[in-house]
């Protein structure tokens, strides 16, 4: 037994030293997407100077922000921090599995035992490239958070199940965390209700009333109300910020209900998620994927989904019913569909298919893995094993190498979007084409960050903030007075939009017409634009007193 525990602490070891050498050259990757406002300067010392509240994600956002503030503000601990947390979730993954499978797959016969077909399973987990990309998105601590104590508190109620009362309670806690680092988690009392259903279908035996466990779920579940109710005006809604504009200039409209739409996209989509955990390919893991979203009732591919998401959903109920084994795989195959459900509450429109937020249902597939990978012949397990471990490793390492810089993100989004061609529903094509072109225009590629804007403002018209990158591409290359065209225009679209401002007084000013240009400058301050009123006011510099 000794021995054995020793081979294992040196298997753990030897896997958190390839995890690090994986991921070692992008720990100075710079920030990306959402990360960016989180970190901008002076942003974590204002967040921790409104002190603490009792709401989904603020202790997450609390501790990052503490971290960065007291600690080190070197985004590279940040990212060791969010690695460590990512390896804890395997290592917690590997304890779950394991205690799973002993309890439930205890047939002798098998190649591999239970606990080296958890670490199979864990290794595996640690390396796919869909949960290196999370964890490469700092801001998305709050997932890896949510995964990590949601199953600690699903591992703890199994033990309490098992015997043991302390764990039991202890399993209310972790629910606590796990749901207020990530409100997407609030369906994990539902779980810790089918581990329950599981261990009486298994027939084993249990040392506390039936009474006991239901005060147990009974507070998970009032943990789960309270996070429901700071969301309760997103249910049914369209809660995107942007779902308008997107919207907006498109030639073919949705016909019908969004929410019942939205609904049916996600059924279906659910099992695109699943197709990309089981067998990832590259070009199928970016950040910013856009997908067809139905523009009616009469899509047939809509039903479809409804149809497999409701038949996934019983066939693995009815698994779960049999117990043992069986039982398992249903409890495995239940777990990221009982997660999904949260897809499910509000209109997603113009992100429909984020693929780090399958993070937190990813651990219900690699227990599934786990039960056939048991019954894997040897000749197999020497083979498809280490082949498929390779491919994941190239493939995360590929993740790592493209968050290295947010061109090669945006790129990588634009195109997967191209790559769909004319589908009926692909909405929001114009942010994609819009991110790239600044993103091209701040590292110095003029042409290729005109490119792109044409083609954002192709797509629509109206989108001020394109017109204004066009006008400082225009400025860029001399021509004063088209950038002036492009920021009347912008300014047209959204007389409240500040930055213009500033470009037509500098377009104005190349123009000779400096009066005109302070007086936009006065009109960019009033707005509330601090560097338009910096130029139309310099303070004058102190001078040095004269000695005496």
């Not at 499978?101 to 399973?121: E, G, M, P």
């Not at 701040?442 to 903030?465: C, H, M």
């Amino acid at each position: 037994m000794v021995l054995r525990r020793l081979v294992f602490f040196l298997l753990a070891f030897i896997s958190a030293c390839l995890l690090l050498v994986l991921c070692f050259s992008s720990l100075n990757n710079p920030l990306i997407f959402d990360d960016v406002p989180f970190f901008r300067p002076g942003g974590p010392a204002d967040l921790l100077s409104n002190g603490y509240r009792l709401s989904p994600r603020s202790w997450v956002y609390d501790t990052m922000a503490a971290s960065f503030v007291y600690l080190s503000d070197k985004i590279i601990w940040l990212r060791v921090e969010n690695l460590i947390l990512h390896a804890c979730t395997a290592l917690v993954l590997f304890g779950f599995a394991r205690q799973l499978l002993n309890s439930l797959d205890r047939r002798t016969a098998f190649f591999l035992n239970a606990d080296t077909a958890a670490f199979i399973v864990a290794f595996l987990f640690v390396i796919h490239p869909l949960t290196i990309q999370t964890q490469g998105y700092l801001i998305q601590r709050t997932i890896v958070c949510a995964t990590l104590f949601g199953l600690l508190g699903l591992w703890a109620f199994w033990q309490g199940l098992c015997g043991k009362r302390w764990a039991l309670w202890a399993s209310c806690l972790c629910m606590f965390l796990s749901l207020y680092a990530k409100e997407h988690a609030v369906m994990l009392p539902a779980l810790c209700f089918l581990l329950w259903l599981l261990h009486r279908r298994s027939q084993l035996s249990s040392s506390f009333s039936t009474g006991e466990v239901f005060s147990v779920l009974a507070v998970q579940g009032t943990i789960a109300i309270s996070v429901i109710l700071w969301f309760k005006g997103l249910i049914g809604v369209v809660y995107e910020i942007k779902a308008e504009e997107v919207l907006s200039d498109e030639v073919f409209q949705p016909d019908g209900s969004l929410y019942v739409l939205s609904v049916l996209n996600q059924m279906g989509l659910f099992f695109k998620y699943l197709s990309t955990l089981l067998l990832p390919q590259g070009r199928m893991l970016g950040l910013d994927l856009r997908v067809a979203f139905p523009l009616g009732y009469g899509a047939w591919w809509a039903w479809a989904g409804l149809a497999a998401f409701v038949a996934y959903g019983l066939a693995s109920c009815l698994l779960l019913l049999r117990g043992a084994s069986k039982g398992l795989l249903g409890f495995a195959l239940l777990f990221p569909w009982v997660l999904f459900v949260t897809e499910l509450v509000s209109v997603r429109l113009q992100e429909p298919f984020v693929l780090y937020r399958s993070y937190l249902w990813a651990p219900g597939l690699f227990i599934a893995l786990a039960l056939g990978v048991r019954r894997l012949k040897k000749i197999y397990l020497v083979t498809l094993i280490p082949v498929f471990a390779l491919y994941l490793s190239g493939l995360s390492y590929d993740r790592l190498m493209t968050l290295s810089t947010p061109v090669l993100v945006w790129n990588e989004a634009v195109q997967y979007y191209e790559r769909q061609g004319d589908t009926p529903g692909l909405l929001g094509g114009y942010r994609l084409y819009y991110n790239l072109g600044v993103t091209y225009l701040e590292v110095g590629f003029v042409d290729l960050a005109s490119e792109n804007i044409e083609k954002a403002v192709a797509l629509k018209p109206t989108y001020e903030y394109a017109h204004y990158q066009r006008g400082r591409i225009f400025l860029l290359r001399g021509k004063a007075a088209e950038a002036k065209v492009e920021f009347e225009r912008a300014i047209d679209l959204r007389s409240s939009y500040a930055t213009p401002y500033l470009g037509m007084a500098d377009a104005l000013k190349s123009l000779g017409q400096t009066d005109e240009a302070q007086r936009y400058l006065e009109l960019g301050c009033n707005r509330g634009s601090q560097l338009a009123c910096d130029r139309a006011r310099p303070k004058t510099p102190l001078m040095l007193l004269p000695k005496t």
